[in-house]
């Protein structure tokens, strides 16, 4: 028997790492049988690696006795970058403030800076919205970039970062940014964890949730959508999915939800490492994907301009409760997506010089489909809120509704949809048949 306590604790003294000494990476073979089995016993679950199909855990050596006895094979793995604490170039919060600042006045016409509430500490919670004319409600489609529900994961405010660097840099000089700008009310909250990663920094470098009572609350498992409904969360609180007390009991919760509420985004992107994967809605099993089949098309098809697997939480990772995508897309009609960046052998804290441009080059490509995609097949208007107030899509010819869509509370419309034929009815007090509807791009109903 080896003495795995007294090889970790030369790991961890030669990483530097912030974490106790007996916890240690240990990665095994990706089946079906070893996800359930690290989940129902609450381990902390790391990330997975469709490529060479295996699972990674961050465990103390008590969690590892007990997987040993069930006779697994283990594949132990130590790499420097697993386990020592973040390079000091990644952004920390008052960095993520004074960038979000720098960028606002040297950009100050095409952007604005917007508190959308506050943390357990007391930090401000910032999102930037890029657009032509900032300041005002423009009446355009919404998109929404969100990154750090978790602490530990620090390459995700990079990627944020870029973004809000490319489109403001590049604007009125790259005609596909220009026009991004002009026809797009662009919302991105760089770090949203902001108390949570303050901690990562200071005292613990694995530390994921916010810092509740000083075990912390998983805010990605806080939504009230599916909130407790599936084992995909847990009601301990030395969990790192601890679900808190009660739905939305946390004030970065609360100020997501109000603030999607208020902007009502067409698409939302939420950053996360690590495992190379597109997730969208649902969380739990056996929910199948939508019913909207866009949702699971755009998703695969980010996939495959990042070379990233899609899928839903329960296919690819775990089931997953009190997540925000489920959230976004259950109450506010959100297409929304959880991008895992970086893989299994980049860990939380990738090597910065080698993986952070490397990342966010990559990453690119995801969030700029998005913005395209706006402008691809859909229908998208506004209508007499007080006349109609529904809309209901079926494929042309069949009886059964696809797609129910509840009108924006201003009249507005933004209805992604696959190219095809459909039979189109808006509902309110009046009653509006478009039969036969071809979407082949992005299409206005006349009345």
């Not at 006045?105 to 500490?121: H, L, M, S």
């Not at 946390?250 to 597109?278: C, D, G, L, R, W």
């Not at 899928?311 to 929304?336: R, S």
């Amino acid at each position: 028997m080896f003495n795995w306590k007294g090889i970790l604790f030369v790991i961890a003294m030669i990483s530097g790492s912030a974490f106790a000494a007996e916890s240690m990476i240990v990665r095994f073979d990706l089946t079906d049988s070893m996800k359930k089995y690290l989940k129902e016993n609450e381990f902390d679950i790391t990330g997975v690696n469709y490529k060479t199909m295996e699972i990674e855990a961050l465990l103390n050596e008590e969690e590892l006795s007990q997987i040993q006895s069930q006779k697994t094979t283990i594949k132990f793995s130590f790499p420097q970058n697993l386990l020592a604490g973040p390079d000091s170039r990644y952004k920390n919060p008052d960095e993520i403030l004074d960038f979000v600042n720098r960028i606002h006045a040297q950009y100050p016409d095409i952007t604005e800076v917007k508190v959308i509430g506050k943390t357990i500490e007391g930090r401000e919670i910032h999102a930037i919205k890029i657009s032509d004319n900032a300041k005002r409600d423009e009446k355009e489609p919404v998109f929404l970039v969100n990154a750090m529900h978790h602490a530990r994961e620090v390459m995700t405010p990079e990627i944020t970062t870029d973004m809000i660097e490319y489109l403001t840099t590049n604007y009125e000089k790259d005609p596909e940014v220009t026009n991004w700008i002009k026809s797009t009310e662009i919302w991105v909250i760089p770090m949203f964890n902001l108390d949570g990663n303050n901690k990562m920094w200071n005292e613990d470098s694995m530390w994921r949730k916010n810092t509740r009572n000083g075990h912390g609350v998983d805010i990605n498992r806080n939504y009230p959508a599916g909130w407790n409904s599936c084992n995909g969360s847990s009601a301990s609180t030395s969990a790192q999915d601890y679900r808190g007390t009660a739905p939305a009991s946390e004030p970065e919760t609360q100020a997501m939800m109000n603030f999607v509420a208020s902007i009502k985004p067409v698409f939302n992107i939420s950053y996360h490492s690590y495992s190379e994967i597109v997730i969208y809605p649902y969380g739990c099993r056996p929910r199948r994907t939508p019913a909207e089949e866009a949702v699971e098309t755009i998703g695969a098809e980010i996939g495959k301009k990042l070379d990233y697997k899609p899928g839903t939480a329960w296919q690819l990772l775990y089931n997953a409760d009190g997540g925000d995508i489920d959230w976004m897309y259950t109450e506010h009609q959100v297409i929304p997506y959880v991008i895992e960046v970086n893989s299994t052998w980049d860990g939380f804290h990738p090597d910065y010089s080698k993986m952070r441009d490397k990342t966010v080059l990559r990453n690119r490509a995801g969030w700029m489909h998005l913005l395209n995609r706006l402008q691809g097949p859909s229908l998208q208007g506004k209508v007499a809120i007080e006349e109609f107030n529904l809309i209901k899509i079926s494929k042309a010819g069949e009886t059964k509704v696809a797609q129910t869509y509840k009108i924006n509370p201003d009249g507005s419309y933004y209805v992604i949809l696959n190219p095809g034929k459909y039979d189109v009815t808006f509902e309110g007090s009046k009653i509006q048949k478009f039969p036969s509807v071809e979407i082949t791009s992005k299409k206005t109903l006349k009345f």
